[in-house]
């Protein structure tokens, strides 16, 4: 594997090495199903449920058995959204789904397929901090409304969303409410008690677990319709419990709650990158007004494009991305930055630098060093009009 | 710049597949780069980047173990290649995309590019071949493809690299059978990348620049030489200068397009001969040497495929190269390049403006 500086834990973080540790036991002889009744089946179920445990305190659940594990955070979203929904609709004939224009492609692809099913969607704008009309979203909850979904914390730009607020008046109304906290979870405190939620959706390889786990938070007492049908997870979710991802979760869950106090750090990098990259000409921080995950920046670097800048910066020995990372590693223009309202080639020219557990202080020195040299040479070789 | 490492245009067909797997054995750090240059997931097919020739070059890219990256150029393939493109055909021109495409494209924004990334050298899978920074003809003279490369300079010229230059198609195939490339057997694509089913008249239609100047989509007359009816046709934008069918029937001699006249919506036929010219203004001159060359002699080639023709040219007061052929040539069409070559080596081209005589 190549040496390079990584900066794009919002893509996904290092596995940590407590949990390599951790699931090692099951790739050997910890294999057994944990739904079966002999001892090393038991074992292994008694794995799962500490790995719950974890997960439950990461969020602050008060009962373990509220939190259910999928194969990711795209699931836990798409169970929410979906389960949610066609419970509602069954139950109460409420069809009315309401947003924020900045959620996560994997909440965005599903909306025009419950469009199509008759679901009415309502989405929410934000402003040009990328902060979400409050106002304007509360209004549009009525006797129809299934659900709001607004998430914690926008992978793009890290800006942190009321949901609080909004969570209460859901609650008043007797709308269901779900949070995507698939970035903000192990970044920031987050507790489901103080926030209100419903539901909440989580991901394992965000906090240095392993891809294919993630988890859903539902409060007690919610029904949802189950995507995957079977017995397993009390029958919210079925098939057989990915034993490795979820002991992973459990482990990277724990130490991502244990590090929370650790913010200071990361503020510190995050200054150090800001102040290295706004001393260049024609640079904005994007978001940079209203709250945010201490470890996220995203940049508007005029006069290039941000795909084509990314692959320089690898070049030049530094992982960092031009805005999410998607299935082809193709660039389209991000819906964060044009919610909020920037001209095409700001957002074009977008750049996310995000740190987590394994930075050091080489990488982001090294990120620092090479950006300036970088970005003049992209400049003088850009058509994008500055 | 680092002279080891070599930016790779896969377009996801056999040639620049092979181009990519001969620079790895030869030891360079090779990069992989596929250009989407229509929006989305349009169906383009070739060289354009339609999302099946992506994933044959990721595929090919994974297989040779070299870095690969997409990058979309949609925005600037639709300003410098389509639209010059479409304005050629309302013009009543046929134009020379893949010329333009090279030019801004390929050897512009992606070997700027391949510099930002620190890059000695941009290759691709064309046929021809580079040495000291001068462009000749391909091994394979069926493949030589500087018909589309001619308006380079010294600047990229002594960046690329043209690995398959020196081979023929078939060595090319069993060269990526032997290493098992996925695209060792793929078929070539012969037309224009951007174009399906080779429907220019619709893709011209279509494009929002035809709104109000679609005179060349308009029915007209089709005439002789003397002015004379002969029928009609749908728009000049289905004809090209020396086409033979899709005229009048009933008249005993075939019939060949002999001019086409867009603004007067009308398409002027005449016999074999009539087609035939020696005098031609050629504008946009670019020379591969960098030094404009105002009069002298050489081999033109007025077409991909026409064997380069002896000509005398002179640079005249509008700016323009007037050429004279040593004999009249079948078919010089406006829109189309004009290629010059000394022997094997490229000199420089432009596009043919106008038919003198």
Known sequence: ????????????????????????????????????????????RRALELARERVARLLGAKNPGEIVFTSSGSEANSAALYGAAWHSLQQSGRNKIIVSAVEHESMREILPILSSQGFKIYETGVDSNGLIDDGSLLEAIDERTALVSVMQANN???????IEKIAAVCRERGVLFHSDAVQSAGKIPLDVETLGVDLLSISGHKLGALKGAGALYIRNGVKLFPLIAGLQEKRRRGGTENVIGIVALGVAAQLSLAELSNSQRYLSWRRQIEDGCLSASNVRLNGGEGPRLPNTSNFSIEGVDG???????????????????????????????????????????????????????????????????????????????? | MNQKRVIVAMSGGVDSSVAAALLVEQGFEVIGVTLQLLPGASTGFGCCGSPADIADAVAVASRLN??????????????????????????GDTPNPCAL???????????????????GFLATGHYARVKEGKLYRAQDEN??????LYNLGPRELFRLVFPVGDLSKPEVRSYARRLGLETADKPESQEICFIPNRDYRGFVKSHPLSSGLDFALKSGPIKDVSGRELGRHQGTVDYTIGQRKGLVSGSHAPKYVVRLDPKNQTVIVGEKEETMSSVCEISDMTWTSGNPIAQGQALVRIRHRHPPAPAHFSLNKEGRLRVRFDSPQRAITPGQSAVFYRGEEVLGGGMIKEVIE
Not at chain 1, 156 to 162: A, F, L, R, S
Not at chain 2, 66 to 91: A, C, G, Q
Request: aromatic share 10%.
């Open chain 1, 1 to 44: 594997m190549l040496e390079s500086a990584y900066l794009d834990y919002n893509a996904t973080a290092p596995i940590r090495p407590e949990v390599m540790g951790a699931v090692s036991p099951f790739l050997k002889d910890g294999f057994a199903n944990p739904n079966s009744p002999y001892r090393i089946g038991q074992e292994v």
């Open chain 1, 156 to 162: 793009e730009t890290g800006v942190i969303q009321p």
């Open chain 1, 307 to 386: 795909h084509s800048l990314a692959i320089a910066f690898d070049l030049a020995g530094v992982c960092v991305s031009s805005g999410s990372a998607c299935a082809t590693g193709l660039s389209s223009p991000s819906h964060v930055l044009r919610a909020m309202g920037l001209p095409k080639n700001l957002i074009k020219g977008a750049l996310r630098v995000s740190t987590g557990w394994r930075t050091t202080q080489e990488e982001v020195d090294r990120f620092i060093e090479v950006f300036p040299r970088v970005v003049n040479k992209m400049r003088s070789v850009s058509l994008v009009p500055a």
């Open chain 2, 66 to 91: 070299i870095s690969h990256y997409v990058i979309t150029m949609d925005e600037l393939f639709e300003d410098k290649v389509i639209r010059p493109f479409v304005e050629s055909y309302l013009r």
């Open chain 2, 101 to 119: 495409c090279n030019r801004f494209v390929k050897f512009g924004h992606l070997l700027g590019l391949s510099e930002a990334w620190d890059a």
């Open chain 2, 143 to 148: 493949k030589d493809q500087t018909y589309f």
